[in-house]
C-alpha cells in the first residue's frame, strides 16, 4: 500500500526529488517498529502499528511546513519520527501514513556564553554532550542513550541521574519551532519576534504547554523542528575517553569529577540520605542503585547475567541500599572537597559505609547504557518513570513490584525488587523508575495486562504517574487526573488538528488498543464513548 | 435582578458588593493606563465559591478579573470591560510547609509578608524577586515569572502544581497534584507538569485570562546559616559583565544584582528626599552586590572556597573590580541592605518605586548580558530626544541562572497628580519600549499598551494563543482587554 499519488508528487517536489522520498516496501519496512526495540513485541506494538505508506526526509522547517500542509490537503495521516527509540507508540498507527523522518535536520549550534545549543530534530545527545562538555557546560541523556534526538528526548522524557543538579526537562526548553498540524508555524520564546533564541517563555502565557504534558505526546500536536536547549555550567577539566568497546567510559580527573558509592544501613538511611543531600544543595546526582544494576553492569552477555543474577535472593535484594553519588567541582577543586566533606558528614550521621568505585563513568555523563537493558530477555520497557517527590518516589516502586508478582511470568523474575528512585532539584523532586522485562517470543499477554492494571493501581493508591495522555487508555486516567484532563486534552487536539491527520490515533491509540485487542477487553471497567470522538483512519 | 443579589445567592451577602467605594479601589493601580470600573465585586472564601462565580459569569458572558493583591503596578487588574471583581484576599493561608521534601502551598491570597514570616519561623525561605511589596500575592508574583535575586539554582522557576478554575468554573488540579484525593494522596505535588499537556505553562504570565489559580506550590530553601554581602562600585558597565559571565557560572553567590545609584538610593534612603538626592549624588554609577552564603552544614568551608575563588578570579584577572564587603564611603551599607532582600518591602513603607515621586513606571524584558550595556545607550538616546535627565531613570540588572540572561528595568519616576508628567513619562515609556524591541529586547510579559506592538511583532505566537484561549475561555470572559485577548 502506499498514499495517493498526487499526494506523493506533491511531497516529493517539496524535498527536491525522489532522493528524500520513498515508497518503496524495503525502504518502508525499516520503519517497522520493533524487532528489538523499546516496548518490543507487545500487543500494542502488533495491534496498532504499521509500517509506512512512505517516508519522506526534509531538511528544512519550511519543507516540514509545506510536507504538513499537502497531507491535510490530501488527507494523508503523517507521524513525525527522528530516532524512533521509543518504540511503537512513536511509529505509523494506522494504513497508508506518512512517516516524516527528521534525520536530516541535524545542524546545531552552541552559544557557549549564554549556556545553550539551537539543535534540529535530527540531532542526537553524543555530538551536543561532547560540544557542550568542551565549552565547559554539559547536558543531560536520558536512559535512552546518547543516540537519541535531543528534540524528541526533551518532548518526552530527558532526565537521568544528573537531574538532581540540572533539574526538570521541561524547564531546559528555551526557544522552539513548532510546525502545527495544520502546517502552520508557532516560534515560541524569544523566536516569537526575533532570532535569538536564548529564551523559553512568552510572550505572555506561555505556549511550551503544547509541547509536552509530563512525559509527551508522541508527536500528535505537531512536529518540533528547531529547539535551544538550555545547558548547565559543568566543570572545566576534560573527561578522557577510556578502554575498548563494547568497554568503553570517561575517565574523570577524580579532583573536579567523582562518583562516591556509600553502603546505608537501611531504607531509611537511603531515602534520608537523599533528602540531606538535597538540603545541603550538594553533588551532581544522587541515585539509588539497585542490585539489578550491577548484574547487567558486570555481564557481558546473556548467559553471564543471568549466572550473576541467579545467586540473588529477595532476600539479597531487600537489603542492599546504596546510594550513588556523583561529586563535581564546579567552582573549584575546594568545592568539591566542600561537597564531599558535608557528604562524608551526612553518611556518618547515617551510618553509610563508603565503597570502592572506578575513577570512571560508564554510563550517565556521555552514553547512558541503554543497550543493557535488552541484555536478559530481549525486550524491555520502563513501565513507570516518574518525577514527583521524593516521599512518592521511595515508596512508588514497592507497588508495582506487589503488582507484578502476579504477572510473573511472563516477566522476568527479579526476585521483588522495587525499582530505581533518585533526587532531582536537590530533593525538591523524587524520581522513581520501574523496569520490566520480558522474552518477546513468549505469550506477552500477561504483560499487556500488566501494563494497564498500572494505571489503575496507581489510580487506586493515588500516585502520580508519567504513563498518561497517549501512554495508557485516555478515558481510563482521564477522570482521575485534574479531574477530566482528557476533555482539554481532546480539545486542543480538535482545535490543532481537526482532521486528525497527525499521529492517528494518538492520543486514543490506547483506547483503540483495548477496543481492538480481544484479551484487553476483560480489563475494560472505565467508561468510554460508543464511539472514540476521533475521525477513523 | 442585579448582578450582586445573583452573585449574594452564592456567596451570602457579606461577600458581594457594587458600592462605589468598594469598586473605586480596583479602578485603577499605579500604572499610567487609564481607570476601568468594574460592575461588582465578590469575595470568595475557597476554590469552589470561585468555581460557582465562574460558572455563573460564563453562562451570562461576563466578564471576570481575578485580583490577588492589594497593590499593582502594570494595570492588568484594572477592569477593561466592566464585570465581576474577584478578589482572592480572604483565600490567604498556607495549607502545607513540608520541610522534607522543601515545598510549601499556598492560597492566593497569601501575601509576602505572611509567607516570608511563616517560613522564617521554621528555618526556610524561598528564592524571591527584588523588594517585592509585602502585601503582594506570592502566587501572582511566581505566575507572572517575577526575576529572582538568587542566581545559583539551575532549575530557575520555583513553582511547582496549580489548582486552577477554568473560565467554565471547574476547579482542577495541574502537575502531580492531579491525582485523585489530592492532597490525600502519596503524591505531594512537587511536580508541575501534565496530565497530559504542560497545563500550568497556560497560566504563567497570563495576567487571569485563563483561569484563575487559587493555589500554587512552591519550592522552599533553607535559611543560610552565614551570609557575606559584597559591593563593587561600577563605572565600566561591560567590564562588570564580563566579571559575572566569569563567576556566575562557577556557581558563586546566592543573590546579584546590578543597581544604578538612583535605583539604590531609593532603596536605602533612610529620608526623602535629602537622604536619596544626597545618596543619588555620591553612589557611583553602578553597584555591584552579590551575597555568598554558608548553607546548613560546614558553612565556613563554603564561604572560604567561594571567597577563595573570587580572590583568584580578581586578582589574576579582574584587578579593577574593587569587590569587598563594603561601598566605600557608604558604611553600614551591607548591614543595612542583605536583610533586605531576604524580605519584602514593608506594607506601611510607601513602595521603593513610589518613594521618589509617588509613581513609577517601569520598563523591563530579557536581554542577554553583554547587551546590557547597548540598551543603556539606548536608554540615554531616548532620554536625551525628549531631553529627559538620564541622571533620573533608575536601572536594574538582574542576572539569571547563572547569567545566562538577565533582566534590565528602568524606572521613570513621576508624580502621580501631575497629568502633563504623566503623559510626558507614557510617551517615553512606549519610545524607549519600541526602540529597545528594535534592538532585540525580549518582552516577555507584555502589560498594557505594549502588548498590541509585541503581539504585532509576533504574529504566528499570536495567532496560537488565540487558539489555545478559545478552547479554554471560548466566551473571552476572563480578564477581557489584556494581552491580545
Given amino acids: 500500500m502506499s498514499i495517493q499519488k498526487q499526494a506523493y508528487n506533491a511531497l516529493e517536489a517539496v524535498v527536491g526529488g525522489a532522493k528524500y522520498i520513498s515508497d518503496d516496501p524495503a525502504i518502508c519496512e525499516g520503519y517497522r517498529s520493533g524487532p528489538g526495540g523499546y516496548e518490543s513485541g507487545l500487543g500494542y506494538e502488533r495491534v496498532m502499528t504499521t509500517i509506512p505508506g512512505a517516508v519522506v526526509m526534509p531538511k528544512t522547517t519550511e519543507e516540514v511546513q509545506k510536507i504538513v500542509k499537502i497531507c491535510n490537503r490530501y488527507k494523508v495521516p503523517y507521524v513525525p519520527y527522528s530516532t524512533g527509540f521509543y518504540g511503537p507508540r512513536s511509529h505509523c498507527h494506522v494504513e497508508n501514513e506518512l512517516l516524516i523522518d527528521l534525520k536530516r535536520l541535524n545542524s546545531f549550534e552552541i552559544d557557549e556564553k549564554h549556556f545553550f545549543i539551537v539543535v534540529g530534530s535530527g540531532v542526537i545527545y553524543s555530538p551536543i554532550q561532547q560540544e557542550a562538555m568542551n565549552k565547559g557546560a554539559y547536558v543531560i541523556i536520558g536512559g535512552g542513550g546518547a543516540q537519541a534526538s535531543a528534540i524528541a528526548n526533551l518532548i518526552g522524557d530527558g532526565w537521568s541521574p544528573l537531574s538532581h543538579r540540572i533539574g526538570l526537562p521541561h524547564r531546559r526548553i528555551l526557544g522552539t519551532e513548532l510546525v502545527l498540524p495544520d502546517g502552520e508555524l508557532v516560534k515560541m520564546g524569544s523566536l516569537a519576534d526575533g532570532n535569538d533564541p536564548f529564551w523559553g517563555d512568552g510572550p505572555g502565557p506561555d505556549l511550551r504547554g503544547l509541547l509536552r504534558g509530563f512525559t509527551g505526546l508522541r508527536g500528535c500536536l505537531g512536529i518540533v523542528t528547531k529547539m535551544a536547549i538550555k545547558t548547565l555550567p559543568f566543570q572545566p577539566e576534560p573527561l578522557v575517553p577510556t578502554g575498548i568497546a563494547p568497554n568503553t567510559a570517561l575517565a574523570l580527573p577524580e579532583k573536579r569529577v567523582k562518583w562516591v558509592n556509600f553502603q546505608m544501613p537501611s531504607k531509611a538511611a537511603q531515602v534520608k540520605a537523599m533528602f540531606e543531600i538535597g538540603k545541603a544543595e550538594i553533588a551532581g546526582a544522587a541515585t539509588k542503585v539497585p542490585l539489578f544494576w550491577r548484574a547487567i553492569a558486570k555481564a557481558e552477555c546473556k548467559e553471564e547475567f543471568w549466572e550473576i543474577w541467579g545467586k540473588e535472593t529477595e532476600e539479597t535484594i531487600k537489603n542492599f541500599f546504596i546510594v550513588r553519588v556523583l561529586l563535581i567541582g564546579y567552582t573549584s577543586e575546594e568545592q568539591m572537597r566542600y561537597d564531599e566533606n558535608v557528604l562524608n558528614d551526612i553518611m556518618t550521621e547515617l551510618g553509610g559505609i563508603a565503597r570502592p568505585t572506578k575513577p570512571s563513568d560508564e554510563s550517565w555523563i556521555k552514553n547512558a547504557d541503554s543497550a543493557g537493558m535488552w541484555l536478559m530477555c530481549g525486550s524491555y520497557v520502563s513501565v513507570d518513570y516518574i518525577i514527583e517527590s521524593l516521599s512518592q518516589a521511595t515508596q512508588h516502586g514497592e507497588s508495582y513490584a506487589d503488582l507484578k508478582r502476579k504477572y510473573t511470568p511472563p516477566l522476568m523474575p527479579d526476585n521483588g525488587d522495587p525499582g530505581w528512585f533518585q533526587s532531582f532539584e536537590l530533593g525538591h523532586q523524587g524520581y522513581s523508575e520501574f523496569l520490566i522485562y520480558w522474552d518477546q517470543d513468549e505469550d506477552t499477554t500477561g504483560v499487556d495486562h500488566f501494563y494497564l492494571e498500572t494505571a489503575k493501581m496507581n489510580i487506586r493508591e493515588r500516585f502520580y504517574t508519567s504513563l498518561l495522555g497517549p501512554h495508557q487508555p485516555l478515558y481510563l486516567t482521564g477522570p482521575m487526573y485534574g479531574p477530566n484532563y482528557h476533555e482539554w486534552l481532546l480539545k486542543v487536539k480538535d482545535e490543532f488538528d481537526p482532521l486528525w491527520v497527525c499521529h492517528p490515533p494518538v492520543p486514543l491509540a490506547h483506547d483503540e488498543f483495548v477496543e481492538r485487542a480481544e484479551w484487553m477487553k476483560p480489563l475494560k471497567d472505565w467508561e468510554s464513548p460508543k464511539k472514540l470522538p476521533m475521525p477513523k483512519w | ?485
Fill in chain 2, 1 to 485: 435582578m442585579s448582578i450582586k443579589n445573583e452573585l449574594a445567592k452564592i456567596l451570602g451577602k457579606d461577600y458581594v458588593s457594587d458600592k462605589k467605594e468598594d469598586l473605586a479601589g480596583y479602578a485603577h493601580d499605579y500604572s499610567l493606563l487609564p481607570p476601568g470600573m468594574p460592575d461588582t465585586v465578590v469575595w470568595p472564601g475557597n476554590t469552589q465559591e470561585v468555581g460557582k462565580v465562574v460558572t455563573w459569569c460564563n453562562e451570562k458572558n461576563i466578564p471576570v478579573v481575578p485580583v490577588s493583591s492589594k497593590v499593582h503596578f502594570h494595570g492588568s487588574t484594572i477592569p477593561k470591560q466592566g464585570g465581576v471583581v474577584v478578589d482572592l484576599k480572604r483565600m490567604n493561608n498556607i495549607l502545607e510547609i513540608d520541610l522534607d521534601n522543601r515545598l510549601a502551598r499556598v492560597e492566593a491570597g497569601v501575601t509576602w509578608d505572611q509567607f516570608v514570616s511563616e517560613l522564617e519561623k521554621k528555618g526556610m525561605r524561598t528564592i524571591m524577586p527584588l523588594l517585592p511589596p509585602g502585601d503582594r500575592s506570592v502566587v501572582t508574583d511566581t505566575l507572572e515569572r517575577e526575576v529572582p535575586t538568587n542566581v545559583v539554582y539551575d532549575y530557575g522557576e520555583p513553582m511547582q502544581s496549580i489548582e486552577v478554575v477554568w473560565p467554565n468554573g471547574e476547579a482542577f488540579r495541574c502537575g502531580s497534584a492531579s491525582v485523585n484525593g489530592f492532597p490525600e494522596s502519596k503524591s505531594r505535588g512537587a511536580n508541575p507538569s501534565g496530565p497530559g499537556l504542560d497545563f500550568y505553562r497556560f497560566f504563567q504570565l497570563a495576567q487571569g485570562t485563563m483561569g484563575i489559580v487559587t493555589w500554587a506550590s512552591l519550592k522552599i530553601e533553607s535559611i543560610p546559616r552565614m551570609d557575606k554581602i559584597l559591593f563593587a562600585p561600577v563605572d565600566d558597565l561591560p567590564y562588570a559583565m564580563d566579571f559575572l559571565y566569569r563567576i556566575l557560572p562557577r556557581r558563586i553567590g546566592q543573590e546579584c544584582l546590578l543597581l544604578n545609584n538612583i535605583d539604590l538610593a531609593a532603596i536605602v534612603a533612610e529620608n526623602m528626599p535629602d537622604d536619596f538626592d544626597k545618596l543619588c549624588a555620591t553612589l557611583p554609577p553602578w553597584t555591584l552586590v552579590l551575597v555568598i552564603s554558608g548553607l546548613l552544614r560546614r558553612p565556613e568551608e563554603k564561604i572560604a572556597y567561594e571567597e577563595n575563588f573570587l580572590s583568584q578570579v580578581l586578582s589574576q584577572e579582574f584587578q579593577k573590580m574593587a569587590l569587598t564587603d563594603n561601598l566605600p564611603g557608604f558604611p553600614g551599607l551591607g548591614r543595612k541592605l542583605l536583610p533586605m532582600l531576604r524580605k519584602p518591602w514593608p506594607s506601611n513603607v510607601p513602595y521603593w518605586k513610589n518613594r521618589v515621586k509617588g509613581g513609577c513606571q517601569n520598563l523591563f524584558f530579557i536581554t542577554k548580558p553583554n547587551k546590557a550595556p547597548v540598551f543603556m545607550d539606548i536608554m540615554e538616546m531616548v532620554a536625551a530626544r525628549y531631553s529627559y535627565p538620564v541622571s533620573e531613570i533608575g536601572s536594574y540588572i538582574q542576572p539569571i541562572e547563572h547569567n545566562r540572561a538577565c533582566q534590565v528595568e528602568f524606572s521613570f519616576f513621576y508624580y502621580p497628580d501631575d497629568a502633563g508628567e504623566k503623559a510626558f513619562v507614557s510617551d517615553i515609556y512606549r519610545d524607549a519600549a519600541a526602540a529597545m524591541m528594535n534592538e532585540g529586547a525580549f518582552f516577555t510579559r507584555p502589560y498594557g499598551d505594549l502588548a498590541p506592538v509585541i503581539y504585532d511583532r509576533a504574529a504566528g505566537y499570536t495567532m496560537a494563543l488565540k487558539r489555545v484561549k478559545k478552547v479554554f475561555d471560548p466566551n473571552n470572559i476572563m480578564n477581557p482587554g489584556n494581552l491580545c485577548f
